[in-house]
Every structure is written in structure tokens, then in C-alpha cells.
């Protein structure tokens, strides 16, 4: 039995809206429609997710931190002076784990005092050091919404969020950005776009 293909048709607080395929996009919110309703009314109750909103900030702030930690490392890595590239006669003097260690510890400050990557370093923490404009006219900063560097200087610039459960650090502070995605999370989601879009 062939059945001619027919739009789907969803009738969303009195509008009638019709779509190619079975995805409809309402306002920002994506309908999957996986099935017919005949006569019946289906209710949709949506609230903003403040926690996985929390999670992707947290996760975003894990990588960059990673990311920052090891450009740290590399950059203030230990010098190799007087570790040569070996010679033929040098190798063959040597066991294989020794000249493994020999190579790792030229290998490790390769970009030691680089000046490409302490302009990087330099780019990533002026970012997210910056200001953003958000479109109530207030001026944020990762600061204002709870998200800081450590007093410990040797960190490097490594951000954490105030308040949150596991960071040794700051987790007996107010959480502030927990806070701030329950007030408004609009803001919040507006402020981190455009400090991220900087740092991108």
C-alpha cells in the first residue's frame, strides 16, 4: 500500500503549524513529533535547565584550566642544558630507558620561555579577565558572576567557581553563579556567550 506523504500539522496554543519532517521549532523549543494524536490534547511543560546550563560552564572551565596547565608547565618547564641531541656512540653506550629519559627531558623544554606561547598564556587570561556589556546595560565580568582565579599565584590563572561542591578551594563560598542561573539565566547565558566568544 502506497501512502502519499502529507506534512505534519500541530495545532501549539491555537496556531496551526506544519513542517516537513517530523521537527518543528517553536520559539527555541525543538518538538519531536513521534506519533499521531487523533482527537486527544498532549500538555508540554518546559523549564529552563539551570543545572545542565551549570554542568556545560563547569565542564568549559575543566578543559580550559587543563588546557592552561599544561601551557603553563610547558612554558616554565626545567631547562635541558647540557642535554644534547646523543650521538651514535652515546646511544649504543646507554639502555634504551636511559636514552627514553634523556630525549623526554630535552623533548619537555622544547617550549620553555617560548615567547609564542607565553602570548597565548598572556591572550587566554586577558580574556577571561575582560568585561562584557550584557543588553541590560550592566557591565559582567567572570568575577560578578562568581567565577575567579586563586590566590594561589603559582596556579597560573586557573579559574574556579566559587561555592561549588568540588572545589577544595572556594567550596564553602556562597555559590554565586548557581545563584545567578536561578535569577536569571538569560543574563547569565548572554554574559558567558560573549566573554567565550572573546576568548574563541
Known amino acids: 500500500v502506497v501512502v502519499e506523504a502529507a506534512d505534519s500539522v500541530v495545532e501549539y496554543n491555537g496556531v496551526t503549524l506544519t513542517s516537513s519532517d517530523t521537527n518543528i521549532s517553536i520559539g527555541g523549543l525543538n518538538l519531536e513529533l513521534l506519533g499521531t494524536t487523533g482527537d486527544?490534547?498532549?500538555?508540554?511543560?518546559?523549564t529552563n535547565d539551570q543545572s545542565g546550563v551549570y554542568d556545560t560552564v563547569k565542564d568549559f572551565l575543566s578543559e580550559y584550566n587543563a588546557l592552561l596547565k599544561e601551557m603553563?608547565?610547558?612554558y616554565s618547564a626545567s631547562s635541558a642544558?647540557?642535554?644534547?641531541v646523543l650521538t651514535d656512540e652515546e646511544r649504543e653506550a646507554m639502555t634504551d630507558d636511559q636514552i627514553e629519559k634523556w630525549e623526554d627531558k630535552i623533548k619537555d623544554s622544547l617550549l620553555r620561555r617560548d615567547d609564542t606561547l607565553s602570548g597565548l598564556i598572556n591572550t587566554l587570561r586577558s580574556n577571561t579577565s575582560a568585561t562584557y556589556t550584557a543588553s541590560n546595560g550592566k557591565t559582567y565580568s567572570l568575577a560578578s558572576l562568581g567565577i575567579t582565579t586563586s590566590t594561589d599565584y603559582s596556579e597560573g590563572g586557573l579559574l574556579h567557581i566559587k561555592g561549588d561542591e568540588d572545589d577544595t578551594e572556594f567550596k564553602d563560598e556562597t555559590n554565586k553563579l548557581e545563584q545567578l542561573l536561578q535569577d536569571d539565566p538569560e543574563i547569565v547565558t548572554e554574559v558567558l556567550s560573549g566573554l567565550f566568544d572573546n576568548l574563541y
Open 72 to 74: 603553563n608547565t610547558k
Open 81 to 84: 642544558r647540557g642535554y644534547n
Open 40 to 46: 486527544k490534547s498532549v500538555t508540554v511543560s518546559v
